[in-house]
Nanobody, 127 residues
Framework: VQLQASGGGSVQAGETLRLSCAAS????????MGWFRQAPGKEREFVAA????????YYTDSVKGRFAISRDNAKNTVYLQMNSLKPEDTAVYYC?????????????????????WGQGTQVTVSS
């Protein structure tokens, strides 16, 4: 499975960005897609996830109401719409794919359940 992330950039606080992550290869091996981010000097953290089937979504509290994850199954692409961006959203954003064999008992925020990772895309929000 190959993942290609795009859409990052530099914006002012309050503006919007939309990230895209195109998946290719043996996508049937995956059950969900997630976005994670890593700010300078900090650990990588979960942002949002979505199931390919059914479209159930999961968010970390700090982005609820501002970010929206969606998917286009026909294009094998997942999006992260980021509204009302804040300087603390500045980070490298990574998309990842979770193995189909992973039990739902594991939280979708668990980074270890994601087997495939794309390259990061930088998001910079200035005040």
């Amino acid at each position: 499975v190959q993942l290609q992330a795009s859409g990052g950039g530099s914006v002012q606080a309050g503006e919007t960005l939309r990230l895209s992550c195109a998946a290719s290869g043996q996508i049937f091996l995956t059950s969900a897609m997630g976005w994670f981010r890593q700010a300078p000097g900090k650990e990588r953290e979960f942002v949002a996830a979505i199931k390919w089937s059914g479209g159930m979504t999961y968010y970390t509290d700090s982005v609820k109401g501002r970010f929206a994850i969606s998917r286009d199954n026909a294009k094998n692409t997942v999006y992260l719409q980021m509204n009302s961006l804040k300087p603390e959203d500045t980070a490298v954003y990574y998309c990842a794919a979770r193995r189909s064999a992973t039990s739902d008992s594991f939280n979708y925020s668990n980074m270890k359940t994601y087997a495939y990772w794309g390259q990061g895309t930088q998001v910079t929000v200035s005040s």
